[in-house]
Protein backbone atom coordinates (compact mmCIF):
# COMPACT_ATOMS: atom_id res chain seq x y z
CA UNK A 1 0.00 0.00 0.00
CA UNK A 2 2.80 2.58 -0.10
CA UNK A 3 3.65 2.72 -3.66
CA UNK A 4 1.01 5.59 -3.97
CA UNK A 5 3.18 7.62 -1.81
CA UNK A 6 6.58 6.66 -2.81
CA UNK A 7 5.14 7.36 -6.13
CA UNK A 8 4.52 10.80 -5.41
CA UNK A 9 8.43 11.09 -3.32
CA UNK A 10 9.82 9.85 -7.22
CA UNK A 11 7.67 12.20 -8.79
CA UNK A 12 8.15 15.10 -6.66
CA UNK A 13 11.97 14.85 -5.73
CA UNK A 14 13.02 12.74 -8.00
CA UNK A 15 14.44 10.29 -5.20
CA UNK A 16 16.52 7.48 -6.16
CA UNK A 17 15.00 3.96 -5.42
CA UNK A 18 17.37 3.48 -2.20
CA UNK A 19 15.83 6.46 -0.85
CA UNK A 20 12.67 5.16 -1.16
CA UNK A 21 13.81 1.96 0.71
CA UNK A 22 14.38 4.17 3.45
CA UNK A 23 11.09 6.48 3.51
CA UNK A 24 9.17 3.02 3.50
CA UNK A 25 10.70 1.71 6.29
CA UNK A 26 9.19 4.18 8.58
CA UNK A 27 5.49 4.42 7.50
CA UNK A 28 3.46 2.26 9.50
CA UNK A 29 -0.34 1.22 7.99
CA UNK A 30 -3.53 1.86 9.37
CA UNK A 31 -6.56 0.52 7.94
CA UNK A 32 -10.40 1.63 8.84
CA UNK A 33 -13.69 1.01 8.38
CA UNK A 34 -16.32 3.41 7.84
CA UNK A 35 -17.34 5.58 10.71
CA UNK A 36 -13.90 4.36 12.58
CA UNK A 37 -12.50 6.99 14.28
CA UNK A 38 -8.07 8.25 13.76
CA UNK A 39 -7.97 10.39 16.39
CA UNK A 40 -10.77 12.28 18.64
CA UNK A 41 -10.66 16.03 20.10
CA UNK A 42 -8.11 15.94 23.28
CA UNK A 43 -5.77 13.69 21.66
CA UNK A 44 -2.32 14.45 19.87
CA UNK A 45 -1.73 14.56 16.59
CA UNK A 46 1.87 13.56 16.47
CA UNK A 47 1.68 11.89 13.40
CA UNK A 48 0.97 13.22 9.56
CA UNK A 49 -1.13 10.67 7.56
CA UNK A 50 -1.56 10.16 3.51
CA UNK A 51 -4.58 8.38 2.50
CA UNK A 52 -4.05 5.02 0.10
CA UNK A 53 -7.73 4.04 0.00
CA UNK A 54 -10.68 5.96 1.05
CA UNK A 55 -11.86 8.84 2.84
CA UNK A 56 -11.01 10.77 6.29
CA UNK A 57 -13.27 13.96 7.35
CA UNK A 58 -12.30 15.85 10.07
CA UNK A 59 -14.40 18.00 11.76
CA UNK A 60 -14.45 19.98 15.05
CA UNK A 61 -17.67 21.08 17.26
CA UNK A 62 -18.09 24.72 18.15
CA UNK A 63 -20.66 25.90 20.54
CA UNK A 64 -22.42 22.30 20.56
CA UNK A 65 -22.64 22.21 16.86
CA UNK A 66 -20.68 19.92 14.30
CA UNK A 67 -18.74 21.34 11.82
CA UNK A 68 -16.71 19.36 9.23
CA UNK A 69 -13.48 21.61 8.03
CA UNK A 70 -11.87 19.26 5.38
CA UNK A 71 -12.34 15.47 3.55
CA UNK A 72 -9.05 13.64 2.56
CA UNK A 73 -9.33 11.32 -0.46
CA UNK A 74 -6.47 9.68 -2.04
CA UNK A 75 -3.15 10.73 -2.36
CA UNK A 76 -3.94 13.46 0.20
CA UNK A 77 -1.73 14.29 3.11
CA UNK A 78 -3.45 15.54 6.45
CA UNK A 79 -2.27 16.43 9.92
CA UNK A 80 -3.40 19.35 12.97
CA UNK A 81 -0.45 21.23 12.21
CA UNK A 82 -0.71 22.83 15.39
CA UNK A 83 -1.21 19.27 17.64
CA UNK A 84 1.77 18.02 15.31
CA UNK A 85 4.32 20.87 15.71
CA UNK A 86 3.75 22.17 19.22
CA UNK A 87 2.86 19.01 21.34
CA UNK A 88 -0.68 20.56 22.31
CA UNK A 89 -3.93 18.31 22.33
CA UNK A 90 -6.15 18.48 19.00
CA UNK A 91 -9.29 19.88 18.39
CA UNK A 92 -10.40 18.24 15.74
CA UNK A 93 -11.47 14.80 15.08
CA UNK A 94 -10.99 12.50 12.05
CA UNK A 95 -12.86 9.72 11.20
CA UNK A 96 -13.14 7.24 8.26
CA UNK A 97 -16.28 8.07 5.94
CA UNK A 98 -15.24 5.43 3.41
CA UNK A 99 -13.60 1.68 4.47
CA UNK A 100 -9.95 3.60 4.50
CA UNK A 101 -6.22 2.95 4.34
CA UNK A 102 -3.83 5.45 5.89
CA UNK A 103 -0.50 5.69 5.84
CA UNK A 104 1.20 6.97 9.38
CA UNK A 105 4.46 8.97 9.43
CA UNK A 106 4.65 9.63 13.78
CA UNK A 107 6.38 13.05 14.66
CA UNK A 108 9.51 11.01 16.06
CA UNK A 109 9.94 8.85 12.96
CA UNK A 110 9.86 11.82 10.51
CA UNK A 111 12.30 13.65 12.95
CA UNK A 112 14.53 10.21 12.30
CA UNK A 113 13.84 10.06 8.23
CA UNK A 114 14.77 13.53 8.10
CA UNK A 115 18.28 12.78 9.45
CA UNK A 116 18.68 9.69 7.43
CA UNK A 117 17.24 10.78 3.70
CA UNK A 118 17.51 14.53 3.05
CA UNK A 119 16.19 13.99 0.02
CA UNK A 120 12.65 13.78 2.43
CA UNK A 121 13.17 16.98 3.95
CA UNK A 122 12.74 18.68 -0.10
CA UNK A 123 9.94 16.69 -0.10
CA UNK A 124 8.37 17.37 3.05
CA UNK A 125 8.96 21.30 2.56
CA UNK A 126 7.06 21.26 -1.26
CA UNK A 127 3.78 19.03 0.16
CA UNK A 128 4.05 21.72 3.38
CA UNK A 129 3.99 24.89 0.54
CA UNK A 130 1.11 23.36 -1.43
CA UNK A 131 -1.06 22.60 1.80
CA UNK A 132 -0.57 26.33 2.94
CA UNK A 133 -1.21 27.38 -0.85
CA UNK A 134 -4.39 25.33 -0.44
CA UNK A 135 -5.89 26.52 2.68
CA UNK A 136 -5.11 30.11 2.21
CA UNK A 137 -6.72 29.33 -1.66
CA UNK A 138 -9.83 27.80 0.29
CA UNK A 139 -10.03 30.60 2.95
CA UNK A 140 -9.75 33.23 0.91
CA UNK A 141 -12.85 31.39 -1.70
CA UNK A 142 -14.77 31.63 1.83
CA UNK A 143 -14.19 35.01 2.72
CA UNK A 144 -15.06 35.93 -1.10
CA UNK A 145 -16.79 33.85 -3.57
CA UNK A 146 -20.38 33.43 -3.59
CA UNK A 147 -21.93 30.11 -2.63
CA UNK A 148 -22.43 29.22 -5.66
CA UNK A 149 -18.89 30.01 -6.93
CA UNK A 150 -17.62 28.13 -4.34
CA UNK A 151 -19.57 24.63 -5.40
CA UNK A 152 -18.84 25.20 -9.14
CA UNK A 153 -15.19 25.39 -8.48
CA UNK A 154 -15.52 22.56 -6.15
CA UNK A 155 -16.78 20.85 -8.94
CA UNK A 156 -14.27 21.67 -11.40
CA UNK A 157 -11.31 21.15 -9.36
CA UNK A 158 -12.43 18.48 -6.58
CA UNK A 159 -14.98 16.10 -8.12
CA UNK A 160 -14.64 13.28 -5.91
CA UNK A 161 -16.74 16.17 -3.20
CA UNK A 162 -19.67 15.88 -5.00
CA UNK A 163 -19.86 11.93 -5.26
CA UNK A 164 -18.22 10.59 -2.24
CA UNK A 165 -19.22 13.27 0.42
CA UNK A 166 -22.63 13.40 1.95
CA UNK A 167 -24.38 17.17 1.55
CA UNK A 168 -24.33 18.55 4.86
CA UNK A 169 -20.60 17.71 5.45
CA UNK A 170 -20.10 19.29 1.62
CA UNK A 171 -22.08 22.36 2.99
CA UNK A 172 -20.33 23.09 6.14
CA UNK A 173 -16.70 23.39 4.00
CA UNK A 174 -18.51 25.49 1.73
CA UNK A 175 -19.80 27.65 4.61
CA UNK A 176 -23.42 27.44 3.44
CA UNK A 177 -26.46 24.83 5.11
CA UNK A 178 -27.47 21.92 4.13
CA UNK A 179 -30.09 23.89 2.74
CA UNK A 180 -28.99 26.12 1.05
CA UNK A 181 -26.50 24.08 -0.61
CA UNK A 182 -29.77 21.93 -1.82
CA UNK A 183 -31.34 25.03 -3.35
CA UNK A 184 -27.57 26.20 -5.33
CA UNK A 185 -28.01 22.63 -6.31
CA UNK A 186 -31.50 22.44 -8.07
CA UNK A 187 -31.02 25.79 -9.07
CA UNK A 188 -28.29 24.64 -11.32
CA UNK A 189 -29.65 21.90 -12.67
CA UNK A 190 -32.73 23.77 -13.78
CA UNK A 191 -30.22 25.95 -15.14
CA UNK A 192 -28.33 23.34 -17.36
CA UNK A 193 -31.90 22.13 -18.84
CA UNK A 194 -33.71 25.51 -19.45
Known sequence: MTEPLLNLCRETTGMSGEELVI????????KLKRKQFLIREGGQYDFIG??????????????GVEKTCNVNFENQFFTDFESFYRGTPTTNNSVAIEDSVVLILSRVDR??????????????RVISERAVQEAAERASRLSWDRPEDRYLHLL???????????LKYLADMLGVS????????????SSVFS
Open 50 to 63: FVCKGAIRHFTWRD
Open 111 to 124: DLLLAECPAFERFS
Open 23 to 30: VERYLKTM
Open 178 to 189: AESLSRIRKRLA
Open 156 to 166: EHQPDFARRVP
